[in-house]
C-alpha cells in the first residue's frame, strides 16, 4: 500500500494507530460512495464490520492509488 509522510504522522495518534491495512485496502477496492474533491483527491467510504460497522474515510491522492488520509468518518450517513 502506498502512502504519504502525512499518513505515516497520522497513523502514531492513538484514534487511527487501531486502523488496520487490510480495512484501509477494503475500503480502496470496494467503496460504497466514492466522492472527488476539487483538489482531485478522492474520498472512498465503506463500513467496517470489525468496528461495529462504523464508516471508514480513506482519502486517495488523484493517482486513486496513494492512501493520504484515514479515519472512521462520525459524520457519514450512508
Request: charged share 40%; net charge positive.
Amino acid at each position: 500500500m502506498k502512502v504519504t509522510k502525512y499518513f505515516e504522522a497520522t497513523r502514531s495518534r492513538p484514534d487511527r494507530a487501531r486502523i488496520r491495512d487490510k480495512w484501509i485496502e477494503r475500503v480502496v477496492e470496494s467503496p460504497e460512495r466514492e466522492v472527488v474533491q476539487q483538489d482531485g483527491r478522492i474520498r472512498r467510504w465503506a463500513p467496517v464490520p470489525e468496528a461495529n460497522n462504523r464508516y471508514l474515510r480513506v482519502i486517495l491522492l488523484p493517482d486513486r492509488e496513494t492512501v493520504h488520509n484515514a479515519f472512521f468518518d462520525r459524520r457519514y450517513k450512508p
